[in-house]
């Protein structure tokens, strides 16, 4: 023992004396001088002191200011100096991957080190991490995996949580956890960081813990609302335009403290915003079309002309356009690489910054450009508080960002861009001060803009609870609803029960809410259970490859493109996937055909041709390789192809995983005169996506099965997949034999429900004789 106790005290002798090298060296002074500046610096000695006299520590402070890339740093210095270096261990949590790698790259720089030394990464199937890491950043889904075979973070002596504030539901699970283990780990620290913190709710959460703030300095920021932006410019709004700017009604769901006259009166604001605009058409408008408007994208016409107008209006300097994802991001992207000056790279460096960038792509980010070129940065509400870019003087904010929402009464999850809040507007707004006075155009009018609510719901209020459920029991936590009842916030009754209820359908969970077999293999899988039931099925009935086309296309924006001038001949290119009946064989045989052009390097001209997106197809590529290496790791798959792929061209077979993976996602379809109507049991009659390859004639098969409602004003699926009789009633639902029965019957129930009295009676007999089958 003494023998290990001296080999650990000379290897925190050793760090102490590389890290004063590291700061007694000229490169090492430089970067010192630059932390120093840092508003975080200033508050190193308050912040230590409060760390190592309390368990949990709330610190807040206005981005850019030193949160994520010193205080983990300080608190490893500190253990370094007072030689307990070699024994602590640090884990600060991200609620992105590409924020827990880039940080751990610049604090090893800092540090004057390589990744993998003191500082090192860990992210899902990705990491750089040695035996002498002390520093770990990590997403919060690692930490709770970790959690997961070492309840009590075995040798952790500091947790760091960052971006508290955005209220995620790994963060909200696990602050929930961490409280049930600070008693249990006396020495343990816990530390939660924000840019804008609601502390006191954090505070009297952990027991009345201290609140330490990092004072900061910014310039003014000049704000421009819609009017004063289209007073500016002279932009004109045509009819199109405008419902491309403008998606009220999501508002009123968001606010919903709103009262209900605000509507009216916020409509009529815009209205008269619009025609002080001098937008004369408008006043054509009624406002039932205003609060029809749809949310679903935003002006990509207008942030080109507000773009345009500040290169050759503005004074120098950086902007940044808040956008509300990926998909929005490419596709301005590309529109603006066709135009004269954004186009130029002479003129302007255009970049991109959001979740699923390459990191060298993002190192640009933080490099200033040349002289007379114009970096403009498209980003994604990434940028607002995780990401800092240095040299930003404008921004441009649409008002949106991409979040799911959850209607727990339809129990139907929407994705779609919603209006942000009050304070992340402010966040936005604060980008453009950094370096100097700023300006921030905010492309909504003033009126949608009060109208905000204060702050975002908590995604544990606002998504489907289903993986939490799942993590709650793979972690042995008891009851999911007494669990969830000490959240933070915690969320509805009914969301919870909702969950439950189609944990158990699916068969994850049985009659008693433990885990089924299933149910362990999805805890290992982390995605919506849907995918990972297809995926086990596929793996099992040997036929992964298209399967993990499917899961990894359902999982990125849809590849089948479909530009509004050229609606039919998109359709017609669609067509020619799709012989069968589904929306979801048809991406993979777009994906096949793709992958086999990609080999001739041909996969653009494919793509371009066939209205498909490279750039959707890609993130195929690369999903599948990351669904596949999950899967390895669960043991289904070994890695001959060959074996899995046995039956992969078996579409009968296809269909059944299909199946098996949406259930209960069924509707039914009722053959009328003049075509069909679809029907579910829940909601009555619903509609397809014109886009769906079901969309345009007869299907000959009685029932659909789907990947998706989404609730517009009427509720449509998206990508569907028909299927026959036998399919549903053997693959609807649970697989094992324990459940069978009672799944019988419930299908039953749901057939009986569409079926006339005759068919109905056929199938009451079969379920007779399969009932029978199981008994034996
Ligand atoms: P906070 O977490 O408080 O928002 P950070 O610790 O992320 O602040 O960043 C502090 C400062 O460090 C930023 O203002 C920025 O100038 C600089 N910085 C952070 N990451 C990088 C990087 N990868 N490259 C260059 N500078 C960076
Ligand atoms: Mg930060």
């Keep these: 023992k003494a023998a290990m106790e001296k080999i650990i005290w000379q290897r925190s002798l050793q760090m102490r004396t590389e890290q004063l090298t590291w700061q007694e060296s000229q490169k090492g002074q430089k970067i010192l001088e630059f932390r120093k500046s840092l508003p975080a610096y200033k508050e190193k000695d308050a912040i230590l002191s409060s760390i190592a006299n309390n368990q949990v520590v709330i610190i807040s402070g206005e981005t850019g200011c030193g949160k994520t890339t010193q205080i983990p740093q300080f608190i490893l210095e500190s253990e370094i100096e007072s030689i307990r270096g070699s024994m602590c261990s640090i884990i600060c949590t991200q609620p992105r991957r590409i924020s827990a790698i880039s940080v751990s790259e610049r604090v090893a720089a800092e540090r004057g080190e390589l990744l993998g030394e003191t500082v090192g990464y860990k992210v899902r199937l990705e990491g750089v991490k040695g035996r002498d890491t002390h520093l770990l950043f990590c997403t919060t889904g690692i930490l709770l995996r970790r959690l997961l075979v070492d309840k009590n973070l075995k040798g952790v002596t500091h947790v760091i949580i960052d971006e508290v504030h955005e209220r995620g539901m790994n963060e909200d699970f696990l602050l929930i956890v961490l409280k049930d283990l600070l008693p249990r780990r006396p020495e343990l620290r816990l530390i939660l960081m924000s840019a804008t913190l609601d502390a006191e709710l954090f505070s009297s959460y952990f027991g009345r813990a201290p609140m330490l703030h990092i004072p900061g300095f910014t310039y003014p920021v000049r704000t421009h609302f819609l009017e004063n932006v289209l007073e500016m410019t002279g932009y004109r709004l045509t009819p199109y335009n405008q419902v491309d700017d403008y998606g009220l009604e999501k508002l009123w769901k968001m606010n919903k403290q709103a009262p209900r006259k605000r509507k009216s009166q916020i409509v009529s604001a815009v209205e008269d915003a619009l025609r002080a605009a001098d937008f004369k058409d408008y006043s054509a408008?009624?406002?039932?079309?205003?609060?029809?408007?749809?949310?679903?994208?935003?002006?990509?016409?207008?942030?080109?002309?507000?773009?345009?107008?500040?290169?050759?209006?503005?004074?120098?300097?950086?902007?940044?356009?808040?956008?509300?994802?990926?998909?929005?991001?490419?596709?301005?992207?590309?529109?603006?690489?066709?135009?004269?000056?954004?186009?130029?790279?002479?003129?302007?460096?255009?970049?991109?910054?959001?979740?699923?960038?390459?990191?060298?792509?993002?190192?640009?980010?933080?490099?200033?450009?040349?002289?007379?070129?114009?970096?403009?940065?498209?980003?994604?509400?990434?940028?607002?508080?995780?990401?800092?870019?240095?040299?930003?003087?404008?921004?441009?904010?649409?008002?949106?960002?991409?979040?799911?929402?959850?209607?727990?009464?339809?129990?139907?999850p929407c994705l779609l861009p919603s209006w942000i809040s009050k304070v992340s507007a402010k966040q936005r707004r604060g980008r453009a001060g950094?370096?100097?006075?700023?300006?921030?155009?905010?492309?909504?009018?003033?009126?949608?803009?009060?109208?905000?609510?204060?702050?975002?719901?908590?995604?544990?209020?606002?998504?489907?609870?289903?993986?939490?459920?799942?993590?709650?029991?793979?972690?042995k936590l008891g009851s999911i609803s007494?669990?969830?009842?000490?959240?933070?916030?915690?969320?509805?009754?009914?969301?919870?029960?909702?969950?439950?209820?189609?944990?158990?359908?699916?068969?994850?969970?049985?009659?008693?809410e433990n885990l089924t077999v299933l149910g362990r293999y999805l805890t290992m899988l982390p995605m919506e259970p849907k995918f990972g039931k297809m995926l086990v099925l596929g793996a099992i009935f040997y036929c992964l490859d298209p399967i993990l086309t499917i899961v990894s296309g359902l999982s990125v924006r849809d590849p089948f493109l479909s530009p509004l001038e050229k609606k039919d001949l998109a359709e017609a290119a669609k067509a020619q996937f799709s012989h069968d009946y589904s929306d979801h064989l048809a991406l993979v045989r777009a994906y096949e055909g793709w992958k086999d052009a990609e080999r001739d390097l041909a996969g653009y001209e494919y793509c371009s041709k066939n209205f498909l997106s490279a750039q959707s197809m890609k993130a195929i590529d690369s999903l599948r390789k990351e669904?596949?290496?999950?899967?390895?790791?669960?043991?289904?798959?070994?890695?001959?192809?060959?074996?899995?792929?046995?039956?992969?061209?078996?579409?009968?077979?296809?269909?059944?995983?299909?199946?098996?993976?949406?259930?209960?996602?069924?509707?039914?379809?009722?053959?009328?005169?003049?075509?069909?109507?679809?029907?579910?049991?829940e909601d009555g009659q619903v509609l397809l996506y014109s886009n769906s390859v079901n969309a345009r004639d007869k299907i000959p098969y009685p029932w659909l099965v789907f990947n998706e409602k989404i609730k517009v004003n009427s509720i449509f699926l998206r990508d569907s997949t028909a299927v026959c009789d036998s399919v549903l009633l053997l693959f609807g639902g649970s697989f094992s034999k324990v459940d069978m029965g009672g799944h019988i019957k419930m299908l039953g129930g749901y057939l009986e429900f569409f079926m006339s009295p005759g068919v109905a009676e056929?199938?009451?007999?079969?379920?007779?004789?399969?009932?029978?089958?199981?008994?034996?």
């Design 285 to 412: 408008q009624t406002q039932e079309s205003l609060s029809c408007w749809n949310p679903d994208c935003i002006g990509f016409n207008l942030v080109e002309y507000l773009l345009n107008y500040i290169c050759q209006n503005e004074r120098p300097g950086a902007v940044l356009v808040f956008m509300t994802g990926w998909d929005d991001i490419s596709a301005l992207k590309e529109k603006l690489q066709g135009h004269p000056i954004m186009g130029d790279t002479n003129q302007v460096l255009l970049l991109t910054c959001h979740g699923s960038m390459a990191s060298s792509e993002q190192r640009l980010i933080f490099d200033k450009a040349e002289d007379g070129v114009r970096k403009i940065v498209l980003a994604t509400n990434i940028a607002e508080t995780s990401i800092t870019i240095d040299d930003v003087v404008f921004v441009i904010d649409c008002g949106k960002a991409k979040e799911t929402s959850y209607d727990a009464l339809n129990n139907t």
């Design 434 to 475: 950094r370096v100097q006075p700023g300006e921030c155009y905010h492309l909504y009018p003033r009126c949608v803009y009060d109208a905000f609510a204060d702050y975002q719901l908590p995604e544990i209020l606002r998504t489907p609870l289903q993986s939490l459920c799942l993590q709650i029991k793979s972690l």
């Design 482 to 512: 007494e669990f969830l009842s000490r959240a933070l916030q915690s969320p509805e009754l009914l969301a919870v029960q909702n969950a439950i209820e189609y944990l158990k359908v699916i068969g994850a969970l049985d009659e008693n």
């Design 627 to 681: 669904f596949y290496l999950l899967l390895k790791d669960t043991g289904l798959v070994d890695s001959n192809p060959t074996t899995y792929n046995t039956w992969s061209y078996d579409e009968h077979l296809l269909r059944a995983v299909i199946c098996y993976g949406l259930y209960p996602g069924i509707c039914s379809v009722v053959p009328n005169e003049k075509s069909f109507a679809l029907k579910t049991m």
């Design 762 to 776: 056929m199938y009451q007999s079969l379920r007779r004789e399969l009932e029978e089958l199981i008994q034996m």
